[in-house]
């Protein structure tokens, strides 16, 4: 009993494992021989200087790297993200490249650099994983590039000597006496005196400068006492032979899981003291690696841009599913579906796509630096006509990212969106169709519809857990490069951690908790109000499975089942305001009069019956309220609505109306959902914590009550018969006097 309580459904404790999921594009996808393959390029260029990275100056071509597939691959639709290399952003885009047929050998070739490149450059670890090239997943390569930038757009081609190059690289060598300087510029080199440590020894060094002005007769810059000569001497017993040779400057490189993480942003909003790794050693000293450092620091990006890459196609399928079923995204002509990026030109293109790089930038409560879209690029485009936009793959990638990743994008401001909005429809709906209901039976029923178990128990429907990214990216740990497999991979979608070996939970299974489920429904509901607002957010609570009530059916020629609508249901659904002008992010309000026209039952009448006689109680009730309407600036057509919402549940003389309580529960959720929107898009660098802490100080009883009194004079016109109430409301319009005084 207690173990069940301990993890019971829809709570942080209840852990399970899901299966690592990958795009349909990238299965069965092994390059074969001949015609029918495809290339695609990753272009990388430093935000800084809008160069490509790595990239050296009087080059004709430069390197960078791709991948080799027998299936296309949706490039187009890829969004552009970041890498975050030494306090370097690199943005990534990826370009198709058409390329001629492939001989047997040339493919061999960079299957054999494939290999190369994850075993003995970046170091893949596993020990039972394999090499299969035939293997039904992830079957794609990775492939040397080289890149021309004098055309527009660049142009690329399949670079098999650098392959070749890379298959049969030596080991490190000393360099000759009396050597070139020049054969260490580009170069990374190693010590080759003995170190303390086996680490140490093994420890690369990427060149950063030559200086002739330097030389082992020079004074230490650490220690003014003795020379460079002297120093080795004593510190490694290493006598140096060559007293004529320039010192070179080098900086600490490796391989290592932090070193390969680079989709977490190493920025900091906080000037920290950083590490200075650069030492200064002599070519006597030094054993020079086989690989150009430029190409190496390639490699190194090469498991952030496969992961990321991975990650964006398996959101844009999954994106496109959610659109066959909904609709969002989708333009009908002549039969035909056809998505809104296919509908714009290519000079349109940064219009339509959301860019993982164009970020906001805001700090946690632990100091570390979390971003967020910046909302102009969400804009949609002229010529989509009245398609309802769709999130891409990014934004969908940021909303289904848990925090525990430490990526450089997570789900938070997403979830605080999304859950007012789903706080507000859900209250909508129970509003209008369950009349007879009070408040306490409505927030019940509320409570149980977007309670953490529901939201989980509809993801686990449609798939959602195994498109989660909330396992920290370690790729020589927890990650299988393309083209290799574990033995016996097979495994259930969903298990427990008792069910299956460690070494399988590690590789191909990524845990989250019911909770974090539940939180990745918010922040997909979030995501989908951003790209196409209020409608687009309830047709994938439909897709959701989300129990709303009947939409209200639109009937032509008279029907007898149309529905008929009192007076206070017609004023209720005939405002016709543009609330959209009040925030940064318009799309968040906009049509919502006609959506929650289309979508939604109509609201019940205010009156409790109807008559001459109710209409002459309603008008003698409301008869002092005119100055109310004028400092509101709002004059309602049906005073029985005023009425109800200012009638305290012990007023008992109004017979007419209900009291305020159920007309709390909506407006309560309303006015959440457009604070909510106010302050996500008015200050985009707000943490979640901060957008609940400003929302919570100014919706809270005291800040509404000081307004009511001050601006409205709204104690004068409540209806209520309570003593104690009374006396509550004397004492506080007291203080407020008093205060003003002071002041």
Known sequence: MREKKKNKAGTTRRIMYYRNEISSCLTQSQPKHGSGNHLYVFLMKDKCTGKLYQSKDNQYSHQTLGILTSKPIPYHKIAEFSLYI??????????????????????????????????KIIR???????????????????????????????????????????????????????????????????????????????????????????????????????????????????????NVQPS????????????????????????????????????????????????WNLCRCVPSLISRLEALLLMDEFSNIISCKTGIGVSRQNGCEVTTTTEVSKNQRHATEYSLSSICVYTNQSGDKRIDPVLFDLAVPQGTGNILRKPNSGLLLQSLTSVSVNDCIDLERLEALGDSFLKLVTTVDLYCSRTNHHEGKLALARTRR??????????????????????????????????????????????????????????????????????????????????????????????????????????????????????????????????SS?????????????????????????????????????????????????????????????????????????????????????GDAILDYLITSYIYGRFPEYSPGKITDMRSALVNNITFAEIAVKELDLNQHLKQLSPALFSQISEFVEVLKRISQKK
């Open 124 to 242: 893949i670890q596993g020990l039972n994983i394999s090499f299969d090239g035939s293997g039904p997943s992830r079957g794609y390569l990775v492939v040397p590039v080289c890149v021309i930038p004098e055309f527009d757009p660049p142009q690329c081609y399949l670079d098999q000597d650098m392959a070749e190059y890379v298959i049969r690289q030596e080991r490190v060598r000393i360099p000759s006496w009396p050597c070139e300087s020049h054969e260490f510029i580009n170069r990374l080199v190693s010590k080759q005196y003995t170190e303390e440590t086996a680490h140490e020894q093994n420890q690369l060094y990427e060149v950063i400068s030559i200086n002739h002005k330097e030389s082992p007769l020079s004074i230490c810059h650490f220690d003014k006492s003795i020379n460079y000569s002297q120093y080795f001497f004593r510190k490694y017993n290493y006598e140096m032979k060559y």
């Open 582 to 666: 009040c925030l940064s992010v318009p799309i968040l309000v906009q049509n919502s009069l006609h959506i929650f026209q289309e979508y939604c039952q109509p609201p019940p009448s205010a009156l409790l019956q109807q008559g001459e006689h109710s209409d002459a109680l309603i008008i003698k009730m409301t008869s002092t309220c005119t100055s109310l309407c004028e400092k509101l600036g709002w004059d309602f057509q049906d005073r029985a609505l005023l009425l109800q919402a200012l009638t305290h549940p012990s007023y008992i003389k109004n017979r007419v109306t209900d009291c305020y309580q159920r007309l709390e529960f909506l």
């Open 86 to 119: 030494e306090k370097r952003e690199i943005s990534v885009t990826v370009k198709q490249q058409f390329m001629g047929p492939l001989s047997a050998s040339e493919l061999q070739t960079f299957q054999d650099f494939h290999v190369t490149l994850f075993r």
């Open 248 to 295: 070179i400057t080098c900086k600490r490189v490796s391989m290592g899981t932090k070193s390969l993480q680079l989709t977490v942003s190493r920025f900091k909003l906080q000037e920290e003291t950083t590490r200075n790794d650069d030492i200064v050693l002599f070519p006597e000293l030094c054993q020079i690696y086989p690989l150009p450092a430029n190409f």
């Open 450 to 579: 977007i309670s953490n178990f529901n939201l989980c128990y509809l993801a686990n429907k449609i798939g959602l857990p195994g498109k989660i990214f909330s396992k920290k990216f370690e790729p020589l740990s927890t990650w299988i490069p393309p083209c290799f497999t574990l033995p016996d991979s097979a495994g259930d979608p969903v298990v427990a951690q008792q069910e299956l070996p460690q070494e399988k939970l590690q590789y191909l299974y990524h845990k989250v908790a019911d909770k974090g489920v539940a939180d990745c429904v918010e922040a997909m509901i979030g995501a989908y109000i951003i790209a196409g607002g209020i409608e687009a957010g309830w047709k994938f609570l439909q897709f959701l499975g989300l129990k709303l009530g009947n939409p209200r059916m639109e009937v032509d020629n008279g029907d007898a089942s149309v529905v008929m609508r009192t007076p206070s249901q017609e004023s209720c659904m005939s405002v016709d305001m543009d609330f």
